[in-house]
């Protein structure tokens, strides 16, 4: 049984990691600060760290480049969390010395094999791997390479190379692909062959969706090219009896490549549905950690504090709005949020526009176009989900900007926020109905109070 350290500033995520890794046989012990988990380090003596990158007080990459500074921690694997995947941010965690990174919301499967691999305890390949001829171009330190792969996957690539890096090496490389594109691609070195036929194994650092696809697609379809026919065998060069037979091969063969074409479709269908399962499976998981918590306490402020955090941590908001709804003035006014100062957001009538007309109408409004842009006008966000009790309107969240840089929204983000939107419209009614019969508390017992003097 491996010891993981969970640092992390926002309880919810604790929880969840901690949920996650127990499930996987591991013992977890957590630390809410890069201080403290700089402190506890010899009395924990982790097999791994799971850190969170941007906290109060030391960041999750400056307690990362003291542990790689330090004789005694410079060979922990440390594992990164973000709540960002863009470039500048993998770059942040790269360039402190992690091992590897993963994105908020934290997928469980991703999550665990990372933390099994480093561990140590993945013996075998878990991906496909084939042979490969691509050209490829490296980038470390200023020192740019010219290699070929010798083999790929989705998670990594062998090249043959000379010039061999030290392991750990965090790279940059350009795979140049067989229809004439490029893909970008982060990387660290894994381990290193010497001799004329050696070179580098390197390891894919969380390539972007559209990554993973061609990635994908190039181990599925095998990087097969045609092979080129001799002038010896052609129909042509062929007696007639055999060019009939080879006539007919070439027929069969043409029905075989139509089948396999067809299989391999239907493969790729299966796969993206179970995709979707697990991604499903990997949002259900997530928002019963964060119900839960929503649902253990009673204070209004804490109820919005935490919405606060699972929109950021779970949904992927990096600008939002969180607006409730006022029944006498029959308006919505802003509560909390992301992005926006409280003063500069303008109230909004009840039917009135985009948001008035969400809140009003009790249907949730999504974007239809690339959300790849986000939006900055308050009256006009790529989101709207409304809030409500039985029918009964309470408030709306309204998102602006995601962290992830998706094209357009899907049925599994629906799902998600509808699902978010229930969880804090209960927590939110059983706040105001707590604080209500707080306030009837309180008048009872000073009108028992008067009494009795």
């Not at 982790?46 to 109060?56: E, F, K, N, S, T």
């Amino acid at each position: 049984m491996a010891t993981v350290l969970l640092v992390d500033d926002v309880e919810l995520f604790l929880e969840l990691e901690r949920s996650f890794l127990e499930d996987g046989g591991h013992a977890v012990v957590t630390a809410a600060s890069g201080e403290e988990a700089l402190n506890r380090l010899e009395e924990v003596d982790p097999a791994l760290v799971l850190l969170d990158l941007y906290m109060p007080g030391i960041d999750g990459d400056e307690v990362c480049r003291r542990l790689r500074a330090s004789e005694r921690w410079r060979h922990l694997p440390v594992i990164m969390v973000t709540a960002a995947g863009k470039d500048e941010e993998v770059r942040k965690c790269l360039a402190s010395g992690c091992d590897d990174y993963i994105t908020k919301p934290v997928n469980k499967k991703e999550l665990v094999e990372k933390v099994q691999r480093l561990l140590g305890k993945v013996k075998a390949r878990t991906t496909e791997r084939i042979p490969a001829a691509l050209r490829v171009q490296l980038k470390s330190d200023g020192r740019n390479l010219q290699a070929w792969a010798k083999n790929l996957s989705r998670n990594g690539i062998y090249i043959n190379s000379r010039t061999l890096l030290t392991p750990g090496t965090a790279v940059d490389l350009i795979l140049e692909l067989p229809d004439g594109g490029v893909l970008p691609m982060a990387g660290k070195v894994k381990r290193v062959e010497e001799g004329a036929e050696g070179g580098m194994g390197i390891y894919f650092i969380r390539p972007e969706p559209q990554g993973l696809k061609i990635l994908e697609d190039l181990v599925r379809q095998g990087l097969k090219s045609p092979v080129r026919q001799s002038r010896e065998n052609s129909p042509a060069a062929l007696p007639a009896s055999a060019a009939g037979q080879s006539a007919r091969l070439e027929e069969e063969n043409g029905r075989l490549h139509k089948r396999i074409a067809e299989l391999e479709e239907e493969n790729r269908e299966f796969a993206e549905r179970l995709v979707h399962t697990e991604e499903v499976n990997n949002n259900l998981t997530n928002l019963y950690i964060a119900s839960s918590r929503l649902h253990s306490v009673l204070n209004r402020r804490q109820v919005t504090a935490i919405i606060k955090e699972v929109v950021i941590n779970f949904v992927g908001a990096e600008k939002f709005a969180l607006l409730l709804f006022d029944k006498e003035a029959k308006r919505l006014h802003y509560e909390t949020g992301e992005g926006f100062e409280a003063e500069a957001f303008p109230p909004v009538n009840s039917g009135e526009g985009l948001l008035g007309a969400v809140v009003s109408g009790s249907k949730s409004y999504y974007q239809e176009e690339s959300v790849t842009q986000g939006s900055d006008d308050p009256l006009q966000p790529l989101a709207a989900i409304p809030l409500q009790i039985q029918g009964a309107p309470m408030g709306v969240l309204a998102v602006y900007r995601l962290f992830t840089q998706k094209e357009r929204f899907e049925p599994i983000d629906y799902q998600l926020f509808s699902m978010m939107a229930e969880h804090a419209a209960t927590a939110l009614f059983s706040s105001n109905l707590y604080e209500e019969s707080e306030r009837k508390r309180e008048t009872y017992r000073g009108f028992m109070d008067l009494l009795l003097k």
